[in-house]
């Protein structure tokens, strides 16, 4: 099957991974922290880098030619689940904001580290776009 490397001009250039990969109708997205154009977590805290890394997802699923409404799968990544879970109802209104409120299957995963030491999130998902492949 073939398949297209998605990497949005609009985000950090990708080192060592892609922001995306599209294989028929199936977006496959990378993990995004927080990271700003210039390769930068940005600054504040979970409620500021949850908005970035999401922004960064939806971003790269733009790209494919989807919508928040594609997205089937995500998995977000938390250096400290319970500070995630005192700004749940901030982060959800983000997401409702930015992908309405059509949910897919998801999960949150506590880690103790991401990539960039000071990254508290990392969002990964799925999308299935109609109209690809």
Not at 96 to 123: H, K, N
Request: some cysteine; aromatic content about 6%; hydrophobic content about 40%.
């Amino acid at each position: 099957m073939n398949h297209k490397v998605i990497n949005p001009a609009a985000l950090a250039q990708p080192s060592g991974f892609a922001h995306g990969v599209l294989a028929g109708n199936t977006v496959y997205l990378g993990g995004q922290t927080a990271m700003d154009s210039n390769g930068d977590i940005v600054p504040g805290g979970i409620v500021e880098q949850f908005r970035q890394c999401f922004s960064n997802v939806l971003t790269t699923l733009a790209e494919a030619g989807g919508m928040p409404s594609d997205l089937v799968n995500v998995t977000i990544y938390l250096t400290d689940v319970e500070d995630y879970q005192k700004n749940g109802r901030e982060i959800g209104r983000i997401w409702r904001e930015m992908a309405g409120t059509d949910y897919p299957a998801m999960a949150g995963v506590g880690v103790t580290r991401l990539w960039q030491a000071e990254a508290l999130i990392e969002i990964q998902a799925v999308a299935v776009v109609s109209g690809q492949g």
